[in-house]
């Protein structure tokens, strides 16, 4: 089945720090990769949706100088959390999707839980 | 508005049978997800359904009614590694995904 891994699985770094975290779709092509945001005990927000070779699409809310999202490939995108500061400590997941066939099922990565001290 | 409602939580028993239900309102509709999603991981897939109707697999089973805007997801001989958050999600016009919060089932021996 299609592999999506995410580096690093965590990361604790101090405030005003920036923190990258790549998304890998191992296996398959990933025309469409998301990020997402996930605080305890609630749902996935989604952040952004990005296609390879064009900007992302942030959602409403979400800051895009701050969450810099690169997919400069078809099996590589990160998200650059810039000056982090602790309301940011989340737990973030990516998921990618390929192009063709008629499933639109996302492939989740296992997750980066980031802690801003 | 877009919306994806399912209950907060649910307790069974192992062994039983549980249904998670879902009903959802999107812009267009092409296709309704169910996920797994145990405590501190990322979710996993479970099932798709696109038509009406039940899609069996294995212990799990997901129905869908496009008329109703209403799906559940079944789970029979359940078994103590069940207890995890389902989130349903609905597919929208623009294959965007709209998640619900999710519903934390709790199994109790």
């Known amino acids: 089945g299609a592999v999506v891994s995410q580096h690093p699985s965590w990361v604790i770094c101090k405030s005003g720090t920036s923190v990258k975290i790549e998304c890998r779709s191992l296996?398959?092509?990933?025309?469409?990769m998301f990020w997402y945001r996930q605080f305890p005990k609630q749902s996935l927000m989604l952040m952004a949706t990005?296609?390879?070779?064009?900007?992302?699409?942030?959602e409403q809310g979400v800051e895009k100088d701050k969450f810099l999202i690169n997919h400069a490939s078809l099996t590589l995108s990160t998200l650059t959390v810039t000056s982090a500061h602790p309301e940011d400590s989340s737990f973030y997941i990516c998921?990618?999707?390929?192009?063709?066939?008629?499933?639109?099922?996302?492939?989740f990565g296992p997750g980066t839980r980031l802690t801003v001290t | 508005g877009q919306n994806i409602d399912q209950p907060t939580e649910m307790t069974a028993t192992e062994g039983a049978i549980v249904q998670i239900n879902c009903t959802y309102q999107?812009?267009?509709?092409?296709?309704l997800f169910w996920y797994q999603q145990h405590a501190g991981e990322a979710p996993t897939f479970l099932s798709y359904?696109?038509l009406d109707g039940l899609e069996e697999k294995g212990r799990f089973s997901s129905f869908l009614s496009r008329s109703k805007g209403y799906s559940y997801l079944l789970l029979k001989e359940l078994q103590m590694k069940d207890s995890a958050s389902y989130l349903c999600?609905?597919?929208?016009?623009?294959?965007?995904?709209?998640w619900g919060a999710g519903t934390k089932l709790i199994i109790k021996p």
């Open positions: 990005s296609n390879e070779g064009s900007k992302a699409t942030y």
């Open positions: 999107t812009s267009g509709f092409n296709g």
């Open positions: 998921s990618a999707r390929g192009g063709s066939g008629d499933s639109y099922e996302q492939y």
């Open positions: 296996d398959f092509q990933a025309t469409t």
């Open positions: 999600a609905g597919m929208d016009s623009n294959y965007q995904l709209i």
């Open positions: 359904n696109v």
